[in-house]
C-alpha cells in the first residue's frame, strides 16, 4: 500500500486540475491518429441539418470523454496501489486521444464544446477522488460501471449519428471499443461489483448531463 506524502498530493492535485481545466478549452495532442483520417472528403459537408445532429452528439461525447479523464485523474490521485494509479494513468491517455478526436470533429461541423465543461470536469474529479478514497475494490468497480455505460451510451450514439455521417460514426466506434477494453482491465485488476442503486443514480445522472450537453 502507498502511502502519500501531504506536499506531493497537493502539489498533484493542483496539477492534475490545470492539466484537466486546459483540456476542456482546447484541444489537447493525441498519441493516436483520428480514426478517421482516412476519409479524406467529409461526406455531410453540405448538408446543415445533419452537421448541427453530428456536432450536438459529439459535443455530448467530449463531455463524457471530459468527464472520463476528470475521474481517472482523481482516481489515480487517490489510488492505494502503484500498479492500479499507473493502469488508470494509461487509461487517462487514451481518454486524451478520444477528447482530441472529438474536439476535433465538432470544429469541422463548425459546432462547439459544451459551456459546462469546467463544470462537468469539477465534479467528476470530486467523484475519481472519492471513489479512490473508497478503496481500490471500488474505485475499479465504479470504473467499470461508468464504462459499460458509456459504452451503451456510445452504441445508442451509433443509432442516432446520421448514416451518411460516416466521420463521426468512425470516432464513435474507436471510442466504444476502447471504452469497452477500460471496463475490462477494471474488471481484470479487481473491481468490486456496484450495489444497484448506485448503478441507477449514475445512469440517472448521466442521463441530465447528456440532456444538457446536447443543447449547451
Known amino acids: 500500500m502507498t502511502q502519500h506524502n501531504p506536499t506531493t498530493f497537493i502539489d498533484q492535485l493542483f ?12 484541444r489537447p495532442s493525441s498519441n493516436r491518429a483520428s480514426p478517421a483520417d482516412s476519409i479524406t472528403i467529409d ?3 453540405a448538408q446543415p ?16 470523454e471530459v468527464c472520463a479523464q476528470a475521474l481517472y485523474q482523481g482516481q489515480a490521485l487517490t489510488s492505494r496501489s502503484s500498479e492500479i494509479r499507473e493502469k488508470m494513468n494509461e487509461a487517462a491517455e ?4 478520444h477528447l482530441n478526436w472529438c474536439y476535433q470533429r465538432i470544429e ?7 459551456y ?8 467528476s474529479f470530486a467523484l475519481g477522488l472519492g471513489a479512490g478514497l473508497a478503496g ?5 468497480g465504479f470504473l467499470a460501471e461508468t464504462e459499460r455505460q458509456v459504452v451503451q451510451h456510445l452504441k445508442s450514439h451509433l443509432e442516432r449519428l446520421p448514416e451518411e455521417d460516416t466521420v463521426s460514426r468512425a470516432i464513435v466506434a474507436q471510442m466504444a471499443e476502447d471504452e469497452a477494453r477500460h471496463a475490462e482491465m477494471a474488471v481484470d ?4 461489483e456496484l450495489p444497484e442503486f448506485v448503478k441507477k443514480a449514475m445512469t440517472v445522472t448521466a442521463g441530465l448531463m447528456t440532456q444538457l450537453s446536447e443543447r449547451i
Open 94 to 97: 487514451e481518454e486524451i486521444d
Open 108 to 114: 469541422q461541423l463548425d459546432g462547439h464544446t459544451s
Open 43 to 45: 461526406p455531410i459537408e
Open 15 to 26: 496539477s492534475h486540475l490545470d492539466h484537466g481545466l486546459r483540456s476542456t478549452f482546447v
Open 49 to 64: 441539418m445533419l452537421r448541427d445532429m453530428s456536432a450536438s452528439l459529439m459535443r455530448v461525447n467530449h463531455v463524457g
Open 116 to 123: 459546462l465543461n469546467p463544470l462537468w470536469y469539477l465534479g
Open 136 to 140: 481500490d475494490k471500488w474505485s475499479l
Open 189 to 192: 485488476s479487481g473491481a468490486a
